[in-house]
């Protein structure tokens, strides 16, 4: 199973991104898929999270800028991200929780990070 994410890059303050994140291999079932953000010299966060059903929940300081969606048939993920401030400057990863079988435990995948730079 791999998760692949894209859609990173450079963008001035009050700018627009929308990151993508695609699983693919041997995947029987997706849970939760979410978005995780690591800025220098800091703790990995939660930014936002979705469940198979679409109910969705984002850290305090991307409520009204952000908004998470996905798709289960193509089992991809996505962070619209508006308004962006240099504090939301970060590697974003992409985490989905999958079941590669019936009778096998979930287990949490991460995408490879993707780079967001916001200039003031």
């Known amino acids: 199973v791999q998760l692949q994410a894209s859609g990173g890059g450079l963008v001035q303050a009050g700018g627009s991104l929308r990151l993508s994140c695609a699983a693919s291999g041997s995947i029987f079932s997706i849970n939760d898929m979410g978005w995780y953000r690591q800025a220098p010299g800091k703790q990995r966060e939660l930014v936002a999270v979705?469940?198979?059903?679409?109910?969705?929940s984002y850290t305090d300081s991307v409520k009204g800028r952000f908004t998470i969606s996905r798709d289960n048939a193509k089992n991809t993920v996505a962070l619209q991200m508006n308004s962006l401030k240099p504090e939301d400057t970060a590697v974003y990863y992409c985490?989905?929780?999958?079941?590669?079988?019936?009778?096998?435990?979930?287990?949490?995948?991460w995408g490879q990070g993707t780079q967001v730079t916001v200039s003031s």
């Open positions: 985490k989905a929780a999958i079941r590669r079988g019936p009778a096998l435990p979930w287990r949490d995948y």
């Open positions: 979705v469940t198979r059903g679409g109910s969705n």
